[in-house]
């Protein structure tokens, strides 16, 4: 089966995110039968809660919840369609029409080979 990436809205916060087909892949390796409602900073951080800890993983910046020095603004990501499969991709740059955009796929793809 071929996954493709899917932009998903999370049910907390509001924020769209990326459902990459590797993440598809591995919840289906898995045999999760749903897709994330959360995107990773929200999971983190009810994980976090669960475990009674007082930080919120949310304050570490990031889409993906990597931390981000305190003089560091947190990335915008800018919503794009594909020049190669003509799949919806989130980027962490603003696109020039001038230049083609690629999916996280297609971009590997390209890399690669």
Do not use: W
């Not at 907390?12 to 897709?35: L, N, P, R, W």
């Not at 971009?107 to 690669?112: N, P």
């Amino acid at each position: 089966m071929s996954y493709v990436d899917r932009t998903l809205t999370c049910v907390d916060c509001g924020v769209e995110f990326i459902h990459s087909a590797t993440d598809q892949q591995f919840y289906a390796e898995k045999g999760f039968v749903s897709d994330p409602k959360r995107c990773t900073g929200c999971r983190a951080s009810r994980r976090t809660q669960r475990e009674g800890s007082d930080y919120d993983a949310r304050e570490i910046g990031g889409p993906r919840g990597y931390e981000r020095g305190g003089d560091r603004p947190a990335r915008e990501y800018f919503a794009v369609i594909c020049s190669r499969c003509g799949n919806a991709a989130q980027v962490p740059f603003r696109p020039r029409m001038d230049k083609p955009v690629y999916c996280s796929d297609c971009f590997r793809a390209l890399s690669a080979g």
